[in-house]
C-alpha cells in the first residue's frame, strides 16, 4: 500500500467512486506531467447532490463540507489516473473552486478551504496549492459547489 493510501486509511477517510463524465468532456488528462482534474460538484457521502446557495440555503459550515467533498472526489479522480498509485503525486498545483452564493455573501475562500484543507490533509506538504476561490450565481444541477484541480505528477 502506498503512503498517500496509509494517509487516507490513517484520517479514516473513504473516497467517493470516481464519476463519469455527464457531458462532452474527460474527466482527467495528462499533459506532459501535469494531471488535469474537471471540476468535481458537491456530492455526499450517500451519493446525493448538494444543492443550494451558500448564504441562502446552506451556512457556512455546510458550505464547508460540500467543498469537502469535492476535494475527495477530486483525490479519487486522481487514484484513477494514477492506477490506484497516489505515490505518483509529485504535488498539488492549483485548485479553483466555485462557490453558488448569494450577491451578499463575502467568504467563498473560507468554503473552498472545505476542498483545500482535505487535500492537504491527505497529500501533506504535497497537498500545498496556489487557488482561487469565486462566487458565481449558478451552477451545474443545481449544486452549492465544484472545484476542479491541477496535479503534478513525478
Do not use: W
Not at 31 to 57: A, F, R, W
Request: hydrophobic residues 40%; glycine residues 8%; proline residues 4%.
Amino acid at each position: 500500500m502506498s503512503k498517500i493510501e496509509n494517509r487516507i486509511k490513517e484520517l479514516n477517510i473513504k473516497l467517493p467512486d470516481p464519476k463519469p463524465p455527464v457531458g462532452a468532456y474527460v474527466a482527467t488528462k495528462v499533459v506532459g506531467k501535469l494531471l488535469y482534474i474537471s471540476g468535481q460538484i458537491s456530492i455526499d457521502e450517500n451519493t446525493k447532490l448538494i444543492t443550494g446557495k451558500i448564504g441562502k440555503d446552506l451556512n457556512l459550515d455546510e458550505g464547508y463540507k460540500a467543498a469537502e467533498r469535492c476535494g475527495l472526489s477530486i483525490v479519487a479522480h486522481v487514484k484513477n489516473a494514477c492506477e490506484g498509485d497516489l505515490d505518483k503525486v509529485k504535488s498539488c498545483v492549483k485548485l479553483t473552486g466555485y462557490v453558488n452564493s448569494t450577491d451578499d455573501f463575502k467568504d467563498q475562500p473560507k468554503i473552498i478551504n472545505g476542498a483545500s484543507d482535505i487535500i492537504a490533509e491527505i497529500f501533506e506538504k504535497k497537498g500545498e496549492h496556489t487557488r482561487a476561490a469565486v462566487s458565481v450565481n449558478s451552477l451545474p444541477l443545481g449544486v452549492a459547489v465544484e472545484v476542479d484541480a491541477i496535479f503534478e505528477l513525478n
